[in-house]
Structures are given as C-alpha cells and as structure tokens.
C-alpha cells in the first residue's frame, strides 16, 4: 500500500496575503508560491516544505457570514496545526489580538482553538510535554 499524506487545504479568504503574513509569524510558515488563480482570482500558498494552506481571493464578490459549519453537510470544521511549544505559539496568536477558547489537556497532547478574521476555526495541538 502508498503511503498517503495531506498536501493542502484550500480557503476563500478576504485578503490571501494579509492571511498568509499572519500564518507565517504564528507557525513560522513561509510562502510557496502566490499569483493567478482560478477566475481571475489570487491565491496564495503557505505552509512549510511538506504541505501548506492555499489561500484564495476573487475579486468583486461580496463575502457572506459563515453558517455553523458542523450543521453544513461538507462543511470545514476546523485545521490542525502541530506545534513543538503550544504556550509560544498561544502568546504570538493572542498578542495579534485573537481569541483563543477551548483549552485543553488529553492522552497524549495538549490543545487550544481559535477563529482567524475569516472565521476560519484553527485547532493548535502539541504533543510534546
């Protein structure tokens, strides 16, 4: 059998690079690429060597509030990111002024979410103690 893995997920958000500048000094991402997309749209990819979060944009469309994405039938729920110092990490997302919720200590890691400016829901998870 093929070892599989996840390369990258893909979001619409307001601005691709302002979301990717924010990603980059939380994760300590870099940007792969950015240009054209689809529909004269313009994406941006952030992530490290192994897989990366394509962030999208079309211009002249008006961005609707979200439904509750774990009552939308394929629907986002929420990422994960793995982090090696999850308190570092809480202090760099909540020193851009997010809010952080759902703390959390389980067999074998620790965690926390948080919803970006887009209101995309992120998980951060450490499972070094």
């Given amino acids: 059998m093929t070892t599989s893995f996840l390369e990258h997920v893909n979001f619409t958000v307001t601005n691709p690079d302002a979301t990717a500048e924010r990603l980059i000094k939380w994760f300590g991402w870099h940007v792969r690429w950015s240009g054209p997309a689809k529909d004269k749209g313009y994406a941006v990819h952030v992530g490290n060597e192994n897989s990366y979060v394509a962030l999208y944009a079309k211009p002249d469309v008006d961005q609707l509030p979200g439904q509750d994405t774990y009552i939308t ?39 926390f979410y948080f919803h970006d400016d887009d209101e995309i829901e992120f998980e951060v998870v450490s499972y070094v103690s």
Avoid: F, Q, S
């Fill in 73 to 111: 039938r394929g629907g986002l729920n929420h990422v994960a990111i793995v982090v090696d110092d999850l308190d570092a990490t809480e202090k760099r997302i909540l020193a851009d002024g997010i809010k952080t919720h759902n703390h959390g200590d389980y067999e074998p890691g620790r965690r």
